[in-house]
Every structure is written in C-alpha cells, then in structure tokens.
C-alpha cells in the first residue's frame, strides 16, 4: 500500500538495521602531533623535540558484541512494528472502504425512494385536482419529499469525507473517484473465538514485537552489567629532539585502563534504569497479549451478530416490508386506506434497507477489526472464505 505513514516506518526500520555494524566498531583512534621544549629565545623547531603519538582505545571485552546485540533486537523489534503498522493500514482501508460503502449505498436508497414518493405525490396532487382526496395528502408527500432531500444532502457529504479519507489513506488526490464498493461477503463456516484468540496471541507481530522489545531489555541489562569493567587503551610515542651530541630518537609503548568504580553510583543507576525498562516491556507485553484477546473476542461477537441480522433483514424484514408497501398502495388507489398509511409503509422501508446496509458495512467493519486484532492483512484467509472482487479499496483504485 502506497502510504507516507507505513514508509516512514520503513525507513526507521531500514536506519535501525544499519546500527548494529556501526556500534560493533572500535572507537577512532587518535593521532597527536607536537613540538616540546622549543627554547623561549628562537622558532628554531629544529632545537625542540618533535613527537608523534597514536592512541587507541578498547571496551572491555564482550561489551561491543552485546552493544552490537541490543541494536540488533532493537532493528528486530522495528521490523515488526512496521509489520503492525501495515496490518493496521489494511484495516483503516477496509473500514473506510465498507463506511464508503454504506454511504453509497443509503445514497443509492435515497434516490430510489425519492422517485416512489415523487410518483405517490404526483398521483396525490392528480387525486386533489379531481376532488378524491384531500389537500393534507399533496402537503405530505411534499413534506416527505423535504425531509428525503435533506436526508439526501447528508448522506452526499457523507460519501464526499468517506472518499477523502480512504484516498488519504492510499495517498491518493482527495478528489480522485472511488469504483463502486461492494459489501462483504458473510463467511457461514469459521474458526471458533478461541482457536482465533490463541493464533492472535501466538502470530501478531505486536506480540512479537513486544517479545523482542524484551529480549533487547535483557540485552541492555547484560550491556550495563558489562558497561562497569574498566576498558583499556594502548598509546605508542615516537619522538626526536636535538642533545649536545646531536639528534635523539626515542619511542615508548603505554597501556592505560578507565576506573569505573570510582563513579559507580553512575553505573548502578544506568542497571536500575535498564531493569525497569525491562520490567515495563514485560508488562506491555502481557497488556498486548490481552487487548490482542478482547479485540479478537469483540470482532468475532459482532461479526456473528451482524451476519445474524444481514440475514434477517434479507430473509424476513424487507421481504415483508415490501410486502406492506405493496399491500397499501393497492388498498390506496381502491380507497381502502389514506395517503399517510402510504407514506408511513414507504418510510419504514427505506429504514429497513438503510438498517441491511448498515449492519452490512458494520460487518465489514468488524471484519477489518478481526484482521487487525489477528495481526493479518487478508483476515478473509484465515477465516477460510474468499473476498469478493474488488473488496479493497486499493483494487477499488484500480478501476
């Protein structure tokens, strides 16, 4: 997905693997030069001594390996992080796309039922002209035909944010046109809550990360532990300088070594702050591996929920709704029943098909969140169904 969040994030991870190379190297050495014991009373450097010194300083043994270690785990747990973050993206793209979905599809109802409540105001205002009804009947069909195209402008505004914010999330022109979403496909057969849960917790790599994030704390414990050995550091000297007999030349070899203890208070708080780190990491991980759970058990209990009532709606509720409204205009051209019987079966199916295309795109919706609380692009995968042609928005991009 062409996204500037989850690149940066990449990019961090690709910074975070080149670390480890570099912290592995020895410190620069350092190379002196000098003149010495110049007489106060010419610049004849040739009466002074000239030195040249080269030094090079050595951690103590093992601390470049574990410093090498932590930057390891630590590119580790980025590289896991950025596959959070992908996941993550996958699921702001479907719930927008299924929102966009909903919004298109309420724009599409709006427009059906203005046309049907244009054509009973039309026959309305006919019946008024010839005496057959009364004039409260046209007052509320235009009444009727307000409130729908004020319905209408909301759900306009709706689809043009919904749009925005999906081109956004793919980095594409906010104005750049969407295909035509399609809903879910309700998948019957799928894993129990608990056999996802203990997948979640075992695969997401939120889990994983936070896991290395732990590693890389104990690694950084041993480092700190480690950073209390006095290093070393070797220097060699070469220098010359004039005598009464001419021309000396001299050399010397030092070895020098650092004296931790003499600021250990230092050191032992360095431990203290690395092992709280770690005990902190360890607690984020454990609360990873339990908002991992409710978000796979709240995804999973919607998930049936909603593909209960799509199945509902679609079998029972708007079958009979269509049913009424039938029944009523055929009792309203005989005289049977009033206009506002009418309007009122008209009304309640416009709910009822809005109600199916909400509990469609809230279906989506908690699919998306099962993909992310599983830490998986394509949740449809794991869940053993097939997505529908064009379900992402990405593929919806392409058309």
Avoid: C
Wanted: hydrophobic content about 40%.
């Amino acid at each position: 997905m062409n996204n500037p969040g989850l690149e940066s994030v990449r990019q961090r991870w690709n910074a975070a693997q080149t670390v480890p190379a570099g912290v592995h190297d020895l410190p620069d050495p350092s190379i002196r030069f000098g003149v010495y014991n110049l007489p106060l009373d010419t610049l004849n450097f040739s009466r002074g001594e000239f030195r040249i010194q080269y030094r090079q300083e050595f951690p103590a043994r093992g601390t470049r390996d574990r410093r090498s270690a932590v930057a390891e785990l630590e590119a580790d747990r980025q590289g896991f992080g950025f596959e959070t973050t992908r996941v993550e993206l996958a699921a702001a793209v479907r719930r927008a796309y299924y929102e966009l979905y909903f919004a298109e599809r309420a724009r599409e109802i709006h427009h059906q039922h203005l046309a049907l409540v244009g054509e009973l105001s039309t026959a309305a205002e006919e019946l008024y002209a010839t005496g057959q009804v009364p004039q409260e009947n046209v007052l509320r069909s235009l009444v009727e035909l307000s409130q729908l195209f004020g319905q209408l402008a909301d759900v306009e505004s709706r689809v043009s944010i919904t749009t925005v914010r999906l081109n956004r999330l793919l980095h594409r022109p906010t104005g750049a046109p969407m295909g035509a979403p399609q809903p879910p496909r309700i998948i019957s057969e799928q894993p129990g809550m608990q056999s996802l849960i203990e997948r979640a917790v075992n695969r997401h790599p939120g889990v994983a990360e936070a896991t290395v994030a732990v590693k890389r704390d104990q690694a950084a414990v041993e480092l700190e532990q480690h950073e209390s050995k006095p290093d070393f550091g070797v220097m060699a000297e070469w220098w010359t300088g004039s005598t009464p007999v001419g021309r000396t030349y001299r050399y010397a070899f030092l070895v020098t070594t650092t004296l931790p203890f003499v600021h250990d208070a230092k050191y032992t708080a360095a431990l203290d702050e690395a092992l709280a780190v770690k005990r902190s990491d360890e607690a984020a991980r454990l609360d990873v591996m339990d908002r991992i759970a409710e978000g796979v058990s709240s995804a999973w209990i919607r998930m049936q929920a909603q593909a209960r009532i799509v199945e509902l709606y679609q079998t029972s509720v708007i079958p009979q709704s269509q049913q009424s409204l039938e029944a009523a205009r055929s009792s309203y051209r005989t005289g049977s029943v009033g206009f506002v019987s009418v309007v009122d079966n008209e009304r309640t199916l416009l709910l009822n098909r809005l109600a199916l295309a909400r509990a469609e795109a809230d279906y989506g919706t908690a699919l998306a969140d099962l993909g992310a609380a599983l830490g998986v692009i394509d949740p449809e995968g794991v869940l053993g169904g097939r997505p529908p042609a064009g379900e992402l928005a990405e593929e919806g991009g392409r058309r």
